[in-house]
C-alpha cells in the first residue's frame, strides 16, 4: 500500500513536472525566431473544396473561418496594417460556407473599403461582397445599407442612392434609408450627409466596436466643422489686427468667440503660428480631415471610446 | 418488443453506461461551457451561432463515434468472452439479439443525446439569456440527429456481424462520410449515360442519405424545416435502418459460431 502511494507520488510528481517543462521549451522554441506564418497561411484556398470537405457541418465550419477572419483583420491591424490579403479569400471561403451568415457580410464589406492602413483599401471586393449578401439574402435591408455605404465612401452617390432606394423598399425595412436615398441624391457630398450616415450607424447597431467606430467619425465630423469655422474667425482677427493671435484668449478679447473653443472630447483647441486650428490630443480623435497638428504621425490602429 | 428483446437492449444499455460511455457528457459540458465563453471575445456577432453550430455538431460527431465504437463490438465482444453461447443456449433467437442490441445502443444513444441537448440549451440561455420561437427548430435538428445515429447504429451492427471489429468502424465510418455526400453522389449519377447510370443511380440510392438529415446550420439562423421533410426523414431512418438490420439478422442467421 506504502508502495502503490509513493509510485503515485512519483508519478504525479514527474507528470506535472513534464508537462511545465514541456510548455517552457514551447514557449523557448516559439522565441527562437520569427512567429510561423500561420496567419499569412490558407490551407485550401477553393470555397468549394472547402464546403465539400466539411461533411455537411458547414455552419461551424464557416463560424471557425469568420472567427479567423476576425482574427487575422485584428492582428494585421494591430501590427500597423499591411496588404490583408487573405481578407478576402477568407471572406469569401465563410460566405460560401453559410451564405446566411450576415455579420461577414456587414462587417467585411467595411474592413475591405476601409483605406489602409485601417482596412484593405479594396472597394472592388467589398462591393461583391455586399452584392453577394444581397444575392443569398434578399430580404436583408442591412446589406443594401451596407453596398450604399461602400458606394458612398467612393464618392459614388448614385449608385449608393439606388443601393439605399432598393433597401427601401423592402418590407420590414428602416425608414432612414429612404431618406438616405434622397440625401444621397442631392447631397451627397456633404459634411450634413455623413453626418446623418454615421448617425444612423450609431443608431442601428448593437456592436460596441461598430457604435464606438460611428461615434469617432461622428467627432472628426464635428472637429471638421469647429475648425473649418474658428479658421474663419482667425482670418478675421488677422483682417482686423494684421497678425495670427498667438493664443484664443486674444480672440475673445477681440470679442470674435466668447470662450476657449473645446474640440468633442473636451479637450481645447489649440493654435499653431501659422493660423491653423489644430485638436491638442489627436490620437484621441481619429479620420479627422481637417485640425491635425503639423507633423503629427497618426497609429495605425484609431483609439476609439465606447459610444455612450 | 418482446421481453427477450426487451431483456438484451437493457442489458446492452447498462453495459454501455458501465463502460462510462456517459463520460463524454463531461467533455461535452466543458465544450460548451468554453465556447460559450471564449467565442463572444474572439469573434464578432456569431456567439448564438456558435452555440448552435457547435453544440448540435458535437452531440453529432460525440454521438456518431459512440456509435460507431460501440456498435462494432456488439457481437464480436460477445463472441470473443463466449457469453454469445450462454445467451443462445437459453430460448433465444438470434434475431431477437440483434434486435436487443440495436435497441439498446439506440437507448443509449437518446439518453445521451437528451443530456447533451440541455447543455445546448444552457449554453444558448447562457449566450443570448432569452430564447426565441425558432429555436424550436433546435430540437427538430436534433432528432434528425438522433435519426443519424440510429442509421449508424443498424450499420455498425450490421458489420460486427461478419467483420472483425477494425474493419467494421473503417466500414461504418467511410459509409458515414459517404452518406454525407449522397446529394452530390445523385446528382453526378444523373450526368452519366446507359448501365454506369443505373449502377451509379442504385450505388447512390444504396449508401444512407446523410445530407437530408443535417439540418444544422439551417436552424441556426432560424428557418424553418419543412414538415414534409420531418415526417419523410422519420420513414427513411426507420425503412433504412430495417433493411440494414434485416441484413445483419440474415447473415448472423447464418454464420457459424462454432
Given at each position: 500500500m506504502i508502495r502503490s502511494r509513493q509510485v503515485t507520488a512519483i508519478a504525479g510528481t514527474v507528470l506535472v513536472c513534464s508537462m511545465v517543462s514541456a510548455a517552457l521549451l514551447t514557449r523557448a522554441v516559439d522565441n527562437l525566431g520569427p512567429a510561423a506564418p500561420l496567419q499569412q497561411m490558407l490551407y485550401i484556398s477553393s470555397p468549394k473544396l472547402v464546403k465539400r470537405l466539411c461533411l455537411g457541418y458547414d455552419g461551424l465550419l464557416a463560424d471557425?473561418?469568420?472567427?479567423?477572419t476576425v482574427q487575422y483583420f485584428g492582428g494585421t491591424h494591430s501590427q500597423g496594417g499591411g496588404t490583408y490579403k487573405l481578407l478576402w479569400p477568407l471572406l469569401n471561403i465563410t460566405t460560401e460556407l453559410d451564405p446566411h451568415l450576415i455579420p461577414a457580410y456587414e462587417f467585411g464589406a467595411t474592413f475591405l473599403v476601409a483605406k489602409p492602413p485601417q482596412g484593405a483599401g479594396n472597394p472592388q471586393k467589398a462591393i461583391e461582397l455586399a452584392r453577394k449578401g444581397i444575392q443569398n439574402n434578399p430580404d436583408d435591408w442591412h446589406l443594401y445599407y451596407d453596398l450604399g455605404f461602400v458606394?458612398?465612401?467612393?464618392?459614388?452617390?448614385?449608385?449608393?442612392?439606388g443601393a439605399f432606394l432598393r433597401g427601401s423598399q423592402l418590407p420590414n425595412t428602416h425608414p432612414f434609408l429612404k431618406i438616405m436615398a434622397a440625401q444621397m441624391a442631392q447631397h451627397g457630398g456633404e459634411l450634413d450627409t455623413a453626418r446623418m450616415m454615421w448617425g444612423a450607424t450609431l443608431q442601428t447597431s448593437h456592436d460596441g466596436l461598430i457604435r464606438a467606430n460611428a461615434a469617432a467619425h461622428l467627432r472628426a465630423i464635428q472637429v471638421d466643422e469647429d475648425v473649418s469655422l474658428l479658421e474663419e474667425l482667425v482670418e478675421k482677427y488677422r483682417d482686423k489686427t494684421g497678425h495670427y493671435p498667438a493664443t484664443f484668449s486674444e480672440m475673445i478679447s477681440a470679442g470674435l468667440i466668447k470662450g476657449i473653443p473645446l474640440d468633442?472630447?473636451?479637450?481645447?483647441?489649440?493654435?499653431?503660428?501659422?493660423?491653423?486650428?489644430?485638436?491638442s490630443i489627436p490620437d484621441d480623435l481619429p479620420f479627422l480631415d481637417k485640425g491635425i497638428p503639423s507633423g503629427y504621425v497618426p497609429h495605425a490602429a484609431p483609439k476609439l471610446f465606447p459610444a455612450g | 418488443m418482446n421481453s427477450r428483446v426487451f431483456h438484451i437492449a437493457t442489458n446492452t444499455f447498462r453495459e454501455a453506461v458501465r463502460d462510462r460511455v456517459l463520460y463524454n457528457l463531461i467533455g461535452f459540458a466543458l465544450l460548451m461551457s468554453a465556447a460559450a465563453v471564449l467565442v463572444g471575445q474572439v469573434s464578432i456577432q456569431i456567439e448564438r451561432l456558435v452555440v448552435i453550430n457547435l453544440g448540435l455538431t458535437a452531440v453529432s460527431l460525440f454521438g456518431i463515434v459512440i456509435a460507431i465504437f460501440i456498435g462494432i463490438g456488439l457481437v464480436s465482444k460477445e463472441i470473443d468472452k463466449r457469453t454469445l453461447y450462454t445467451v443462445l443456449s437459453r430460448p433465444v433467437r438470434r434475431w431477437e439479439f440483434i434486435a436487443?442490441?440495436?435497441?439498446?445502443?439506440?437507448?443509449?444513444?437518446?439518453?445521451n443525446t437528451f443530456f447533451m441537448a440541455i447543455g445546448v440549451f444552457g449554453a444558448l440561455a447562457y449566450v443570448s439569456h432569452h430564447f426565441v420561437s425558432s429555436d424550436i427548430g433546435i430540437l427538430v435538428a436534433l432528432y434528425f440527429i438522433v435519426l443519424q445515429f440510429v442509421i449508424i447504429t443498424a450499420l455498425a451492427l450490421f458489420f460486427s456481424s461478419f467483420s472483425t471489429p477494425i474493419f467494421s468502424a473503417i466500414f461504418a465510418f467511410w459509409l458515414f462520410v459517404i452518406g454525407s455526400f449522397a446529394q452530390d453522389l445523385r446528382n453526378f449519377a444523373a450526368m452519366t449515360h446507359g448501365v454506369t447510370r443505373w449502377l451509379a443511380t442504385g450505388a447512390a440510392y444504396l449508401v444512407p442519405n446523410f445530407s437530408a438529415l443535417n439540418v444544422i446550420t439551417q436552424v441556426a439562423h432560424g428557418e424553418p424545416v419543412p414538415h414534409d421533410l420531418i415526417v419523410l426523414n422519420t420513414i427513411y431512418a426507420l425503412v433504412y435502418s430495417m433493411a440494414v438490420l434485416s441484413a445483419a439478422v440474415l447473415i448472423f442467421e447464418r454464420r457459424n459460431l462454432k
Open positions: 471557425i473561418y469568420w472567427t479567423r458606394y458612398y465612401d467612393q464618392k459614388d452617390y448614385r449608385d449608393a442612392a468633442p472630447m473636451g479637450h481645447p483647441y489649440s493654435l499653431e503660428s501659422n493660423g491653423r486650428v489644430v485638436v | 436487443g442490441k440495436f435497441f439498446g445502443l439506440s437507448g443509449t444513444l437518446v439518453v
